[in-house]
């Protein structure tokens, strides 16, 4: 996939910080850092990030998934993937400015705290 992206114009660097990027997305299981759950992001623009997504010979194959995936889901979450503004760089409680799957995006302290209270009763 290297030499793909590099005959398409990727650079040494960029094809370095995209994988670079990928390694730490995998070995976090997202892109949050599992030490402080900072979100971290491409060290590209997100025009060659697709650029490389699309420079994979499956996205040119007949009947191929790959490109059906990078075609509709690319473009849905490209601006989460490069978002980092306050609200979304690090993970806690959504009262605090911070973004979270486990905490509902309306929950108080209020809220977290009656529920810790009848949790220990």
């Known amino acids: 996939m290297e030499q793909a992206a590099l005959q398409e114009g990727v650079t040494q660097e960029e ?3 995209f994988v670079a990027y990928v390694a730490g997305f995998y070995d976090n299981m997202g892109n ?3 030490y402080g759950h900072a979100k971290f992001v491409p060290d590209l623009t997100p025009e060659v990030f ?4 699309t420079s994979n010979p499956l996205y040119r194959s007949e009947n191929a998934f790959y490109k ?3 075609d ?11 978002n980092t503004e306050k609200a ?3 993970i806690g409680k959504p009262y605090e400015g911070q973004v979270s799957a486990y905490y509902s995006r309306d ?3 209020q809220d977290l705290e009656l529920v810790a209270e009848f949790a220990a009763e």
């Open 15 to 17: 094809w370095a910080k």
């Open 32 to 34: 949050y850092a599992a």
């Open 50 to 53: 697709e650029k490389i997504l």
């Open 68 to 70: 059906e995936v990078v």
């Open 72 to 82: 509709e889901l690319y473009h849905e979450i490209k601006e989460e993937i490069f």
């Open 88 to 90: 979304t760089a690090t």
């Open 107 to 109: 929950m108080t302290k």
